[in-house]
């Protein structure tokens, strides 16, 4: 197996060949990615698997995002990529353990997706429509999961999901 590494800033171009080649160029018109324009992704949450010449196998990150009327904060999953070449050997499925592992460890409380249903079961992810959580575009309602990181974190939250409120300097201060 290939160890999971920090994304660096040098891979962006490679993440997105990749992405545009397991998704198609179209991908961006989907609704998770109205939600990750002009927002930066979670750097700390960003991780690839690369080969032994260094080009990227795998990729994921996460995008911070707010539900509700209570802007409660949370984290989306997505996307998470492998060459075609190199699917199948649990190179994903390791990207998804160890990134859920570290934004456990940073706090994270809730996470969200949009993903094929069986493959993120196993993960703990439920259906986040049940919930009582939506998305502003359309979405297949059964693709629409949520995930407690933190327990009770969901307790209380509902409504749309949103991009992350912007706190201004003086109120994080205050």
């Given at each position: ?11 962006a ?43 990227v ?82 979405v ?35």
């Open positions: 197996m290939y160890p999971i590494l920090p994304e660096r800033p040098s891979d171009a490679q993440i997105d060949t990749l992405l545009d080649l397991t998704f198609g160029s179209d991908r961006t018109r989907k609704t998770v990615y109205r939600l990750r324009e002009n927002v930066a992704h979670v750097k700390a949450l960003a991780f690839v698997v690369r080969d032994e010449d260094g080009v196998l795998g990729s994921i990150r996460y995008w911070p995002v707010a539900i509700g009327e209570q802007a409660a904060p949370a984290i989306m999953l997505g996307p998470v990529t492998v060459h075609p070449d190199y699917q199948g050997q649990g190179i994903g499925r390791a990207l998804i353990r160890h990134s859920l592992y570290t934004a456990t460890r940073l706090g994270h409380g809730l996470c969200i997706l949009v993903g094929d249903k069986p493959y993120y079961e196993p993960f703990g992810f439920v259906g986040a429509a049940d919930r009582g959580l939506e998305m502003p575009g359309w297949e309602r059964e693709r629409f999961q949520v995930m407690e990181l933190a327990a009770g974190a969901l307790q209380g939250v509902s409504g749309m999901v949103g991009k992350p409120v912007k706190t201004s300097r003086k109120k994080a201060a205050a």
